[in-house]
Nanobody, 126 residues
Framework: QVQLVESGGGLVQAVGSLRPSCAAS????????MAWFRQAPGKEREFVVG????????YYADSVKGRFTISRDNAKNTVYLQMNSLQPEDTATYYC???????????????????WGQGTQVTVSS
């Protein structure tokens, strides 16, 4: 089992920044990828950004390229999501997820992830 705990969401004005984090515990050695998803009210959960736990390759949704950056601290089993130039359409609950399966293509579907955090709310006001 892997436990994920997000923190660092909040309320920010447009073009502001936030840096939520996700701390993993438990069988972290089994993790192969971690990602952030988001879900706005009435919408499906969507992939935002991901990182391979070993190697550190990163993957971004087109909607956040150039604005969001994912990073990891393996020693702390923590991933960070630096979000800059936030817009009202970025408002959502952001979820951290971990995948323990090895795959050639980076997993971008929510159903491919094995463990989820409880979510952290990000609200961007105009």
């Amino acid at each position: 089992q892997v436990q994920l705990v997000e923190s660092g969401g909040g309320l920010v004005q447009a073009v502001g920044s936030l840096r939520p984090s996700c701390a993993a515990s438990g069988r972290t050695f089994s993790m192969r990828a971690m990602a952030w998803f988001r879900q706005a009210p009435g919408k499906e959960r969507e992939f935002v950004v991901g990182i391979r736990w070993n190697g550190g390759s990163t993957y971004y949704a087109d909607s956040v390229k150039g604005r969001f950056t994912i990073s990891r601290d393996n020693a702390k089993n923590t991933v960070y999501l630096q979000m800059n130039s936030l817009q009202p359409e970025d408002t959502a609950t952001y979820y951290c997820a971990a995948d323990v399966e090895t795959s050639w293509t980076f997993p971008r579907a929510a159903g491919e992830y094995d463990y989820w955090g409880q979510g952290t709310q990000v609200t961007v006001s105009s």
